[in-house]
């Protein structure tokens, strides 16, 4: 079993940046693929992108391919997630994700964090 808790969100204005954490408890983080999905007001959870076990393959969403960078670091149980050229749209709250497999779906995932508030003012 692994615990995760983001950080990082805040608020920044459009065209800014923002890095977020999800720091993970347990010796076993290298051995999830991990995940950030995000979740607007009235909206369903959606995929952001995703990293396989080793961090060698990455995956993003289209709507923020060019501008977010997924990486983890094993030695030190955390994911990041580097948002360059944050929009309006890009506000919600940001959930990072473990699993046994490497995916775009929810419910590919096990286990998830509280979540962190990143908010985009235009």
């Known amino acids: 079993q692994v615990q995760l808790v983001e950080s990082g969100g805040g608020l920044v204005q459009a065209g800014g940046s923002l890095r977020l954490s999800c720091a993970a408890s347990?010796?076993?983080?290298?051995?999830?693929?991990m995940g950030w999905f995000r979740q607007a007001p009235g909206k369903e959870r959606e995929f952001v992108a995703a990293i396989r076990r080793s961090g060698g393959i990455t995956y993003y969403a289209d709507s923020v391919k060019g501008r977010f960078t997924i990486s983890r670091d094993n030695a030190k149980n955390t994911m990041y997630l580097q948002m360059n050229s944050l929009k309006p749209e890009d506000t919600a709250v940001y959930y990072c994700?473990?699993?046994?497999?490497?995916?775009?779906?929810?419910?590919?995932?096990?286990?998830w964090g509280q979540g962190t508030q990143v908010t985009v003012s235009s």
């Open positions: 994700a473990a699993g046994s497999r490497y995916g775009t779906y929810v419910y590919e995932y096990d286990y």
């Open positions: 347990g010796r076993t983080f290298s051995s999830y693929a």
